[in-house]
């Protein structure tokens, strides 16, 4: 079982919908959590990080935490066309502090 | 401000070739980390430094060398190319091993036949 598992879509919605991506992880000792935005060949930028559980917001994007599922979203409000991209979540390995990534959703937002 | 700059964006190499990758950063940080991403897989780490003059293996170190040349520059090499280490790799820095806002290169993509 891979530490973090993401659905690699293509997840396919009409500008303005509100996008819904999601992540587990197997390991409860984890407590940074992170997403990065990857547009075709470019590399991930940081779109959000948490820290632990609940939600965080910035702009349009709302990163969510439950430990007690150990579930991580990414919601995104009014998507755009410009938000078509990869989306990875990542979170810090206990063992050796280095990011993991989920193999990431690909995202299609149609005019 | 370049931030992560990668060299070369794209390569082609027969099995058995060598080469070198060149990344260097101009943001002052302290930790640099080599990527490969494989459709399916996900971005895989194969080596970290956490600072200059320390290297250490990641998730899939086999078949790769590093340099940390100075804080600048991290190189990763391949001594002899296998038609597996077909993939992009990304070069990547932190302000500290423990600061997970990384900054990524735009890759380098390799291909071996």
């Known amino acids: 079982q891979k530490e973090v598992e993401q659905d690699p879509g293509p997840l396919s919605v009409p500008e303005g919908a509100i996008v819904s991506l999601n992540c587990t992880y197997s390991?409860?000792?984890?407590?940074?959590f992170m997403w990065y935005r990857q547009y075709s060949r470019k590399g991930p930028e940081l779109l959000m990080y948490?820290?632990?559980?609940g939600n965080k917001e910035d702009g349009r994007f709302t990163a969510q935490v439950d430990k007690s599922s150990k579930y991580i979203s990414l919601f995104i409000r009014d998507s755009q066309p410009s938000d078509s991209a990869t989306y990875l979540c990542?979170?810090?390995?206990?063992?050796?502090?280095?990011?993991?990534f989920g193999t990431g959703t690909r995202l299609q937002v149609f005019p | 401000n370049a931030g992560v700059t990668q060299t070369p964006k794209f390569q082609v190499l027969k099995t058995g070739q060598s080469m070198t990758l060149q990344c260097a950063q101009d943001?002052?940080?302290?930790?640099m980390y080599w990527y490969r991403q494989d459709p399916g897989m996900g971005l895989r780490l194969i080596y970290y430094?956490?600072?200059?003059?320390?290297?250490d293996k990641g998730e899939v170190p086999n078949g790769y060398n590093v340099s940390r040349l100075n804080k600048r520059e991290f190189s990763l090499r391949l001594e002899s190319a296998a038609p597996s280490q077909t993939s992009v790799y990304f070069c990547?820095?932190?302000?500290?091993?423990?600061?997970?806002?990384?900054?990524f290169g735009s890759g380098t993509r390799l291909t071996v036949v």
């Open positions: 990547a820095s932190s302000e500290t091993e423990a600061n997970y806002g990384y900054t």
């Open positions: 390991n409860s000792a984890f407590q940074y």
């Open positions: 948490t820290y632990s559980s």
């Open positions: 990542a979170r810090a390995s206990y063992n050796t502090d280095k990011l993991i």
């Open positions: 943001m002052n940080h302290n930790s």
């Open positions: 430094s956490a600072s200059e003059g320390t290297t």
